[in-house]
C-alpha cells in the first residue's frame, strides 16, 4: 500500500511557474514508476508526466512537453512537477500516481493515487 501527498497547487497568472509536490508513504517508493495526472471541469482525466523508478526515462504529454519537468528523489519518497510558462488551459486538479507494472501514461494501469492539488491559471 502506498499513500500518495500533493501539495503546491495555488492561483497563478498566466506565464508564471509552480512546483507540485508528491509525497509517499512507504519503503517501496523506488519501486513504482510514478505520475502526474489532471482533470479539468467537465473533462476526463489526462495525463500530464511520469518518471521511471530510476528517474532515467521521462515521458510527456504532447501539450506540456517543453514547459513541465518531471522528477523523483527517492531518497525523499518525493516526486515534483515544475510547471513552467502556465497557461490558463492547465487549470485543473492535479493527482499524483503510482504505478507497479511497466506502463506510463495508462491510466488504468496505476495502482494508487493522491487525492489531488488544485492549479488555477488566470489569463
Known amino acids: 500500500q502506498v499513500q500518495l501527498v500533493e501539495s503546491g497547487g495555488g492561483l497563478v497568472q498566466a506565464g508564471e511557474s509552480l512546483r507540485l509536490s508528491c509525497a509517499a508513504s512507504?519503503?517501496?517508493?523506488?519501486?513504482?514508476?510514478m505520475g502526474w495526472f489532471r482533470q479539468a471541469p467537465g473533462k476526463d482525466r489526462e495525463f500530464v508526466a511520469a518518471i521511471s523508478r530510476s528517474g532515467s526515462v521521462r515521458e510527456y504529454a504532447g501539450s506540456v512537453r517543453g514547459r513541465f519537468t518531471i522528477s523523483r528523489d527517492n531518497g525523499k519518497n518525493t516526486v515534483y512537477l515544475q510547471m513552467n510558462s502556465l497557461k490558463p488551459e492547465d487549470t485543473a486538479v492535479y493527482s499524483c500516481a503510482a504505478e507497479s507494472g511497466s506502463s506510463y501514461s495508462t491510466i488504468d494501469e496505476y495502482d494508487f493515487w493522491g487525492q489531488g492539488t488544485q492549479v488555477t491559471v488566470s489569463s
Open positions: 512507504g519503503r517501496t517508493f523506488s519501486s513504482y514508476i
